[in-house]
């Protein structure tokens, strides 16, 4: 058995401090750097090495950049692993974007229980918006599922309006799907109604970042933006109750 000096095992570890110290100068330098040459760039939540040598990624917030050593270059766009056919940036945001599940105020959304309702999911949606419409009817066609509909407007004063006739109505849930799939205009609010529901789903979106609708988040926290087809949705679904 061969026996580590310490002469090696503190050049070894002077190593891996040269290795360390280098890799914070290589951070500040390009925090600095960027800052100095880019003042209009949101500020800088974190700086990593890439598995790709001498790419480090740039955070801000949720989105993802790429500079080299120096900061000299910004880049924009997806980093791919050939080996595995991973796409690297997509499972970085997907991570970053993730919403804890059990968090969510679902006594904002309104519901709708289908066959068992034993899955769940959540959709943003605004009521003037057409992928929001198409989505909705393929959700018809999902099973044994439970749906959390956050109303959420975004495209402009009518869907506020809207948003707020469906949500004050008697049955809210009721009456979004009869406007959202068969086009039957909601009843104008009348009288006292809380609303504030509304408003804190628009500073939820904000917070997670829902920057279109729809936008459907899966129990696992993992989100897809725009509509996706009744059969995709189903695979989601069913992916999740396999992995338990």
């Not at 709708?112 to 009521?127: C, E, H, N, T, Y």
Request: glycine share 8%.
């Amino acid at each position: 058995m061969t026996r580590t000096t310490p002469l090696f095992r503190s050049i070894g570890l002077s190593a891996l401090m040269a290795v360390a110290t280098l890799a914070q100068a290589d951070e500040a330098t390009i925090r600095k750097v960027l800052a100095d040459r880019m003042p209009n760039l949101p500020p800088i939540d974190e700086v990593s090495r890439t598995p790709m040598g001498g790419l480090w990624e740039v955070r801000l917030g949720t989105d993802v950049l790429y500079t080299d050593d120096g900061g000299n270059f910004l880049i924009e766009g997806s980093l791919f692993d050939t080996k595995t056919r991973t796409d690297l940036t997509k499972a970085r945001v997907d991570k970053l974007t993730a919403i804890d599940f059990g968090s969510l105020p679902l006594k904002d959304a309104m519901v709708q229980k289908q066959g068992s309702g034993a899955r769940k999911l959540v959709v943003f949606a605004d009521p003037n918006c057409g992928y929001c419409k198409r989505l909705e009817r393929d959700l018809l066609k999902v099973k044994d599922v439970t749906i959390y509909t956050f109303l959420y407007p975004v495209l402009g004063p009518d869907s506020t309006v809207k948003t707020k006739d469906i949500w004050c109505a008697k049955d809210a849930q009721k009456t979004w799907r009869a406007w959202m799939i068969d086009g039957v205009t909601p009843p104008k609010s009348v009288g006292e109604c809380d609303t504030t529901a509304i408003d804190r789903n628009s500073a939820m979106g904000r917070k997670f970042r829902v920057q279109g609708t729809p936008a459907i988040v899966f129990e696992d926290g993992s989100r897809s933006p725009g509509a996706m087809p009744a059969n995709l949705i189903e695979k989601r679904l069913a992916d999740l109750q396999k992995k338990g």
